[in-house]
């Protein structure tokens, strides 16, 4: 966890701006990112009592969308180079929205949030202790720090180890956040907890299947 990834410095262009390239695939063993894999997670809120008993959220990774980053060169001039990115559909009840996400050099970084794109990308996941989000989209604003550190936590039948990504707003007031996202290797977030203003939800993995259906994993009892 000591190898340091400067990718904020990355800058959004279309990708039509370098179709010719081909596109880098790069792979993080904590979020699986492959066609079709399909994330069951039990949905509840604390303080809505609608929601405690609200049915599932699942995310899939719908179809590949390449997208190209402006990254520094030596000698000066930056360079455009292509990856492959994901989108991943968000359905809860009659309800979809769609993110995108890429992979560079094993940091999980998040595009867009319901179509909506991000500025810089926000860093999800990443093998350092600690960084700083400051990305701005038309949803809003994501201004804050993360940590991460071992952790091991058990979700139904599973006792798993993990690595918690800490989300903490530099809002001190009724403005803050607080997102708590646990991550296992070869499954990806396994549990996530989102305090606000109103809000104390919680996700909890149900189980990851493949395109045709195949679990994965379950924290299901057998």
Do not use: C
């Not at 039509?16 to 699986?32: I, M, N, R």
């Not at 890429?102 to 860093?123: E, M, N």
């Not at 996530?192 to 990851?208: F, S």
């Amino acid at each position: 966890m000591s190898r340091i990834i400067l990718t904020l410095a990355y800058i959004f262009v279309p990708f039509g701006h370098a179709s010719a390239q081909v596109a880098v695939k790069a792979k993080s063993e904590f979020y699986p990112l492959e066609l079709g894999h399909r994330w069951s997670y039990r949905f509840s809120d604390k303080d809505l009592p609608a929601l405690r008993n609200a049915k599932d959220i699942v995310i899939e990774v719908e179809r590949e969308e390449n997208v190209v980053f402006k990254e520094p060169a030596k000698e000066g001039k930056d360079i455009d180079r292509a990856y492959v990115g994901y989108i991943l559909k968000h359905t809860n009840g009659d309800k979809v929205s769609r993110d995108q996400v890429v992979v560079i050099d094993k940091s999980v970084q998040r595009l867009a949030v319901a179509g909506a794109k991000l500025t810089p990308p926000q860093v999800l996941f990443q093998p350092v202790q600690k960084w700083e989000s400051d990305s701005v989209g038309r949803l809003g604003k994501v201004h804050g720090v993360s940590t991460v550190k071992p952790d091991t936590i058990t979700i139904g039948e599973r006792n798993m180890p993990t690595y918690l990504v800490a989300f903490r707003s530099h809002k001190t007031d009724d403005e803050k956040v607080e997102v708590d996202t646990w991550y296992a290797k070869d499954v990806g977030m396994v549990k996530q907890t989102i305090r606000a203003r109103n809000i104390d939800r919680i996700l909890e993995l149900r189980d990851l299947r493949d395109a045709k259906g195949t679990v994965l994993f379950s924290t299901e009892k057998k």
